[in-house]
């Protein structure tokens, strides 16, 4: 008799025109032959048709250079995050994001990938705006970090009979809160029991540090609670914070004649 024949097909399409299809055929040629299956999958590509970017997309590109050493080529294998995408910076330091929605982004590098003795000399998570049609470009370079570290000291009194009121040493604060602030970006952390606290793998700018006073005793003052510190590429800042608890009273006992009376007179 005649043979069996069953077939089915599905077709995708996909951007800028291409085509992914797939086709299975089953056929039995008679009555005592089981089927045979025929698989087929076909990707088309338009020759003759230009490639280009897909409509309603922009993208993002750039470089990421040494900052002390410019005429060497950028650095290589960055890795590079635009809001959960991922670029890798290739041999010339150069990343590109392609077909990138419109709209604002936040740009991140992970630290690890530019090693333990570079940091950007930028801000960043940086704010980047993309536009449909056009490349946006964000050039920054990787620089040796700087450095700022402290002590916050408490003044200490004396009431030794010997050596009498006054002043006599230093020592460290309860743990008070320091911040250092740059261009958005923040650092927080207490200081030790010794009163230190450093900030480390600061990009260079003007920070400011401010040392809350909330954490002090009753009526103690602080010095000065404000720095603003320029900070440099490979270099350290230092502070120091004085803390003077309040004036002591000095106990006075007061002197006099003690007269007896007689008894009967």
Same mark, same amino acid.
């Given at each position: 008799?005649?043979?069996?024949?069953?077939?089915?097909?599905?077709?995708?399409?996909?951007?800028?025109?291409?085509?992914?299809?797939?086709?299975?055929?089953?056929?039995?040629?008679? +009555?005592?032959?089981?089927?045979?299956?025929?698989?087929?999958?076909?990707?088309?590509?338009?020759?003759? &048709? %230009?490639?280009?970017?897909?409509?309603? $997309?922009?993208?993002?590109?750039?470089?990421?250079?040494?900052?002390?050493?410019?005429?060497?080529?950028?650095? %290589?294998?960055?890795?590079?995050?635009?809001?959960?995408?991922?670029?890798?910076?290739?041999?010339?330091?150069?990343?590109?994001?392609?077909?990138?929605?419109?709209?604002?982004?936040?740009?991140?590098?992970?630290?690890?990938?530019?090693?333990?003795?570079?940091?950007?000399?930028?801000?960043?998570?940086?704010?980047?705006? @993309?536009?449909?049609?056009?490349?946006?470009?964000?050039?920054?370079?990787?620089?040796?970090?700087?450095?700022?570290?402290?002590? $916050?000291?408490?003044?200490?009194?004396? +009431?030794? @009979? +010997?050596?009498?009121?006054?002043?006599?040493?230093?020592?460290?604060?309860?743990?008070?809160?320091?911040?250092?602030?740059?261009?958005?970006? $923040?650092?927080?952390?207490?200081?030790?029991?010794?009163?230190?606290?450093?900030?480390?793998?600061?990009? %260079?700018?003007?920070?400011?540090?401010? $040392?809350?006073?909330?954490?002090?005793?009753?009526?103690?003052?602080?010095?000065?609670?404000?720095?603003?510190?320029?900070?440099?590429?490979?270099? &350290?800042?230092?502070?120091?914070?004085?803390?003077?608890?309040?004036?002591?009273?000095?106990?006075?006992?007061? &002197?006099?004649?003690?007269?007896?009376?007689?008894?009967?007179?």
């Amino acid at each position: 008799g005649r043979p069996d024949e069953f077939a089915a097909s599905a077709g995708y399409t996909l951007p800028w025109e291409h085509t992914l299809s797939g086709e299975m055929r089953w056929m039995r040629l008679d +009555d005592v032959s089981g089927y045979e299956t025929d698989l087929r999958v076909t990707y088309e590509i338009p020759f003759g &048709t %230009p490639i280009s970017p897909r409509g309603g $997309v922009g993208s993002l590109s750039g470089t990421v250079s040494y900052a002390e050493e410019p005429g060497l080529s950028g650095l %290589p294998d960055v890795v590079l995050t635009l809001n959960g995408l991922t670029a890798v910076t290739d041999s010339r330091g150069e990343y590109v994001f392609r077909s990138v929605p419109p709209g604002e982004y936040h740009l991140t590098v992970d630290q690890a990938s530019v090693g333990p003795d570079r940091v950007p000399s930028v801000a960043l998570p940086g704010r980047i705006l @993309v536009i449909e049609g056009e490349e946006s470009i964000f050039n920054f370079d990787v620089t040796r970090p700087g450095r700022i570290c402290g002590t $916050v000291l408490v003044d200490v009194w004396s +009431d030794d @009979v +010997d050596t009498g009121w006054g002043i006599t040493g230093s020592g460290g604060p309860p743990a008070l809160l320091v911040e250092a602030s740059c261009d958005g970006q $923040v650092r927080k952390q207490l200081t030790d029991s010794e009163g230190r606290f450093s900030f480390d793998r600061l990009p %260079p700018g003007r920070w400011k540090v401010t $040392v809350a006073t909330d954490g002090l005793r009753r009526l103690h003052t602080i010095d000065r609670d404000t720095f603003i510190i320029d900070v440099r590429s490979g270099t &350290t800042e230092r502070i120091e914070v004085s803390v003077t608890p309040p004036a002591q009273t000095i106990p006075i006992i007061d &002197t006099g004649d003690i007269r007896l009376s007689g008894i009967g007179n």
